[in-house]
């Protein structure tokens, strides 16, 4: 429902409150349109712009600055459904342009998994408000008393790991194989961050009458990704939980179960349910809920909506971390073993179908050893096995949004339109699902849209250079900066090279890694703030500087 008010006697919009006089409900945003039409001339209409989660920004206001009875026009509005208090309380609504329920699709059959209802506006508000309410009393237990806490929901994790596994595998489409390693994982980034937060955050006396302290920043938004939901859901959710905060998290819509699962263990574990809520819907749900009242926001997702994000919270500073996308590199120099390299390669690149922001999406092969790097990288990714992720042996899998593989045909037209040569896949799958077969492309100019924008797919374009500085060069020509890899057998030459590259994340004959032990944090496009390691932790408190004279 979109209301207008009518306001009599009033010139400003800042007299509305106090002057509302009639109440109309419209079903659409056309009727209210038709109505203003209408009413052209015996006012004057503003629309106020709609911010998600704010109350008044549903309404449109229509200013009559007329004394005495309402126009005619006025008159012939649908009949008043309700005769607001001074200050209307509206219900809560779902989202504009967010169905009232989620169908959760198996990308590997396109086939409706289930349909989960979304987190209306009003209820993210109500949701925000109780984790703000709660949050002290959570913060008040001893570090040791929340630490059991997730120690308990560690412990229920590992025991439900499998059914946790192919729950991700039917939603999101990631191999089984890989479904448990991430899960596996997970539980070892849940044991170090039990183990690490509670000294990065201890109080310090750093002089007689200088003392710093660590307070949690209060309720913590985080809206994650579906590539890794439990890596990306967890590296934010248990250090802020351990050091006190409340935490609302919205899973990606294509990982909505497994984030429910989540909570659903969290909750089990004795973390109170007002501490941490899901919020479950897509992008107008996550809009919404950065505009609620939240401290942080923690995002992971593209580059152009983690800007949208961030500008959002920027308005009212509230704080960001974005961990963006990437368009990582790798050099191929010519000392390597190139079966070695080729492998090392292909796993970097079409692991998790090369849906990770690290993913090696560039290849750099030096030209002396071109020819068997490339032949040997052919050979080992026309041997994956690409099948049902629910298969032991698959390795790759469906792509887990249907709307990349537009993305993927259009970045392939363009670079064979640019002189590139296709030497393997290189086209759809024909069959239920989003599938891509794995796909390697040489010789394609560096301004292509394959070498230059993310591809989040199974697909790989590989260049020729002459050596270290050419490919220093090329690999640092991009907008993004998460990771660069550099595969070669001398470990002072790879540091050298690495060590000029503008980029978060250095790897010397691996790729793709991630290691709650090292901060995670990309450059430029890739984002800002760090997670994981003990600046992951910082992130979830504010410091409180002491200066006592006594
Ligand atoms: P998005 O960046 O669009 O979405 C990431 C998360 O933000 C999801 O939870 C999404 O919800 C939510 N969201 C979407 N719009 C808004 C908004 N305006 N305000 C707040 N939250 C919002 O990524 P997609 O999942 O749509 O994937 C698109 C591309 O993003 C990929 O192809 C890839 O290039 C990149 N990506 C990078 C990731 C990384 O690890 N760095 C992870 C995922 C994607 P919902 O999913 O429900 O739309």
Same mark, same amino acid.
């Given at each position: ?31 209210? &349109?038709?109505?203003?039409? $209408?009413?052209?001339?015996?006012? +004057? ?13 549903? %309404? ?16 012939? /509005? ?8 001074? &200050? ?26 289930? @349909? ?13 408000? $109780? ?18 806490? =997730?120690?308990? +929901? ?27 390693? &991430? ?14 937060? !509670?000294?990065?955050? &201890? ?14 920043? !209060? ?11 439990? +890596? ?24 909505? /179960? ?58 009212? =500073? ?31 690149? *079409? ?18 050893? %071109?020819?068997? *790097? ?22 790759? #899998? ?13 970045? =392939? ?9 296709? /030497? ?8 239920? #699902?989003?599938? +891509? ?17 993310? @591809? ?26 998460? !990771?660069?890899?550099?595969?070669? @057998? ?10 000029? /590259? ?11 890694? @991630? ?24 992130? *979830? ?8 004279? !006594?």
């Amino acid at each position: 429902m979109l209301g207008v008010l009518l306001l009599r006697g009033a010139q400003t919009p800042g007299e509305l409150k106090q002057r509302t006089e009639r109440w109309h409900s419209f079903r659409s945003l056309d009727d209210v &349109e038709e109505a203003l039409a $209408r009413l052209a001339g015996v006012g +004057f209409a503003q629309r106020l712009e709609r911010r998600p989660g704010q109350k008044e920004a549903r %309404w449109m206001q229509l200013l009559a600055p007329v004394d005495g009875a309402a126009p005619a026009a006025v008159a012939e /509005l649908p009949p008043t459904v309700a005769e607001p208090a001074r &200050e209307p309380a509206p219900e809560p609504e779902p989202v504009a342009a967010e169905p009232h329920s989620l169908e959760i699709r198996d990308p590997a059959t396109n086939r409706v998994v289930r @349909s989960v209802a979304v987190t209306e506006v009003g209820e993210i508000e109500q949701k925000v408000a $109780r984790a703000r309410a709660a949050q002290p009393a959570w913060a008040a237990r001893t570090y040791e008393a929340r630490a059991a806490t =997730l120690r308990a +929901f560690r412990d229920l994790l590992e025991h439900e790991a499998e059914e946790c596994a192919q729950l991700t595998t039917s939603e999101m489409g990631k191999p089984i194989r890989q479904a448990r390693n &991430e899960v596996r994982a997970v539980l070892e980034r849940i044991d170090w961050n039990i183990e690490h937060a !509670g000294a990065v955050v &201890e109080a310090r006396t750093v002089s007689d009458n200088e003392r710093i302290t660590y307070e949690p920043v !209060g309720v913590v938004a985080h809206i994650s990704a579906w590539n890794y939901p439990y +890596f990306v859901g967890l590296n934010s959710i248990v250090p802020a939980l351990l050091v006190g905060n409340a935490v609302c998290y919205k899973p990606s819509e294509h990982a909505t /179960l497994t984030g429910l699962r989540l909570v659903d263990l969290l909750h089990r574990a004795g973390v109170p349910v007002d501490v941490v809520h899901t919020i479950v819907g897509g992008g107008p749900t996550g809009a919404a809920l950065v505009e609620a009242d939240v401290d942080l926001v923690c995002f992971t997702g593209s580059y152009p909506t983690g800007r949208r994000v961030a500008r959002a919270a920027a308005e009212r =500073l509230v704080r960001v971390q974005l961990e963006l996308g990437g368009k990582d590199a790798a050099y191929v120099a010519d000392d390597v073993d190139v079966e070695e390299a080729a492998l090392a390669v292909a796993e970097g690149a *079409f692991y998790n179908g090369g849906q990770s922001c690290s993913a090696t999406e560039r290849v750099y092969a030096h030209e002396a050893v %071109w020819d068997p *790097f490339v032949a040997a990288l052919v050979d080992v990714v026309s041997a994956y096995r690409v099948g049902d992720p629910r298969d032991e042996g698959t390795d790759v #899998g469906p792509l887990t949004r249907a709307e990349q593989l537009d993305v993927l045909d259009a970045q =392939l037209a363009d670079a064979v339109d640019r002189g590139g040569k296709v /030497l393997c896949g290189g086209e759809r799958i024909d069959r239920p #699902g989003n599938w +891509f077969a794995p796909t390697v492309v040489v010789d394609v100019p560096d301004d292509a849209a394959l070498m230059r924008d993310e @591809s989040f797919g199974p697909v790989i374009g590989v260049a020729r250079v002459s050596g270290d500085d050419e490919a220093v060069a090329r690999m640092d020509d991009t907008e993004f900066g998460l !990771g660069a890899a550099v595969f070669t @057998s001398d470990q002072s030459r790879a540091e050298r090279v690495l060590g000029r /590259l503008d980029v978060g994340n250095a790897y010397w004959n691996t790729a793709d890694r @991630s290691c709650v032990r090292l901060p995670w944090a990309g450059r430029r496009h890739s984002g800002m703030g760090t997670s994981m390691s003990e600046s992951g932790v910082r992130a *979830f408190v504010r410091e409180k500087a002491w200066h006592l004279f !006594g």
